[in-house]
């Protein structure tokens, strides 16, 4: 029975790892590193045209407020339906997102 139990724990893993990397608004990174990690992909957006930093979506270049650079981490890069994009502003969270589907 408990080889069972064992397994059973073994395969929820994956998933409970990635239920807790979702960062709230408004973290920084060092609390976003202690709880999801190092990211596996980060990008620093330098560009002051709001039309070069789009890195999701239109609306993410509002996030920008002309505010830069804004620093992307991206967790489970090769597994597309549990990958997340965290964006950073001034060092904090601004948004935990999945990415638009191509």
């Given at each position: ?61 509002a996030l920008l407020n002309n505010e830069y650079p804004m620093v992307l981490w991206q967790y489970d890069l090769f597994d597309g339906k549990n990958s997340r994009i ?17």
């Amino acid at each position: 029975m408990r080889y069972w139990l064992v397994i059973a724990l073994f395969l929820l893993l994956p998933s409970l790892a990635t239920a807790i990397c979702q960062p709230d608004e408004g973290m920084t990174k060092d609390e976003v590193f202690a709880e999801c990690g190092p990211p596996d992909y980060a990008e620093i957006i330098r560009s002051d045209n709001p039309e070069t930093a789009i890195p999701l979506s239109t609306n993410d270049a509002a996030l920008l407020n002309n505010e830069y650079p804004m620093v992307l981490w991206q967790y489970d890069l090769f597994d597309g339906k549990n990958s997340r994009i965290i964006m950073f502003r001034s060092g904090q969270v601004v948004r935990c997102c999945l990415p638009e589907p191509e």
